[in-house]
């Protein structure tokens, strides 16, 4: 058992929940720092499900990539998801914990697994400091964005707008394709022959734009990684002679939690924490199906 507070604290020397942009919903959301924790269970979001799972499971806290009241929530009440979620929450004694931007920036995180299970084993930002996030003077202005020092913070994190960087060995983009299985599950946009050389990739996690297909580009990839692309946005990557694997938004950031989970068990041991670490089985709200892969022509009388 561990109080939240020291949960917290073991998170921060991985994750340091400073390095966000302003804007972002990252920390403690949810909960009394001083509730005991006898387990954690991680999810990529936060759903009814998840909080009933926590309940069932007797987990103390819940952690997710995916935060909830960042647009302005006036009011906590049964009528709307987020005022049941923290209502239960707080009538369980559960404590909800956010890693948003900092999983999505730090090295192991969303980005960087990926481009690890790639084969790309060291990399660079994709953007020089918070690109399209920064909301502040001094995130405007900022070349980088800077991981705290503290107690048990690896001076060699880096934190970076995506990633960007060599194949160790470089692959054809099918080869790389199998690369990602067992990381990366769901359905997946290719554009992008199956035999394409592909020797510099970018990960942008989340939902690519093409303004991440242009800095891709610019920065010597042949390839980029993200998730939720816009139908026009893969056709602008075939124009410009880009490839792109386009995976779900939930697939694409559950590799960040699993590698987040791996390490947060790892320090917790280290700490002599006798706190379990569990993966939510909850059904997502969104599942995929495949539909026939060749159009019934007789329907339109063809």
């Known amino acids: 058992m561990a109080a939240c507070e020291q949960v917290m604290n073991v998170l921060n020397t991985i994750v340091p929940f400073a390095c966000v942009a302003a804007r972002d919903n990252s920390g403690l959301v949810v909960g009394d720092p001083a509730v005991n924790v006898d387990a954690v269970l991680m999810a990529v979001d936060l759903t009814e499900a998840v909080i009933e799972e926590a309940i069932r499971l007797g987990c103390g806290m819940i952690v997710t990539h995916h935060h909830i009241m960042g647009k302005g929530v006036k009011r ?54 918070y690109a399209f996030l920064a909301t502040t003077p001094a995130e405007v202005n900022a070349a980088s964005i800077p991981v705290p020092e503290g107690e048990g913070i690896d001076p060699d994190l880096e934190a970076g707008f995506g990633r960007v960087g060599p194949l160790s060995v470089p692959c054809t983009l099918i080869e790389l394709i199998k690369r990602l299985e067992g990381t990366v599950t769901g359905p997946v946009n290719v554009v992008g022959a199956d035999d394409r050389f592909i020797q510099t ?28 692309v816009r139908h026009d946005n893969r056709l602008y990557a075939a124009e410009i002679g880009m490839c792109l694997l386009d995976f779900c938004h939930y697939e694409v950031e559950l590799p960040g939690i699993l590698s987040l989970m791996s390490r947060l068990k790892q320090a917790l041991d280290q700490g002599g924490y006798n706190v379990q670490v569990i993966l939510s089985r909850a059904e997502a709200p969104v599942r995929h199906m495949v539909m026939p892969g060749t159009p019934d022509l007789d329907k339109y009388g063809l």
């Open 201 to 228: 990739i970018a990960v942008q996690v989340g939902a690519g734009e093409r303004s991440d297909l242009d800095r891709a580009k610019l920065c010597g990839a042949e390839l980029l990684i993200s998730g939720d």
């Open 76 to 129: 906590i009440t049964p009528d709307t998801f987020e005022g049941r979620a923290v209502s239960a929450l707080t009538r369980n004694n559960i404590a909800l914990v956010v890693c948003h931007n900092n999983l999505d920036f730090l090295t192991h995180g969303t980005a960087d697994t990926l481009m690890r299970a790639a084969g790309a084993a060291s990399s660079r930002p994709l953007y020089e400091g």
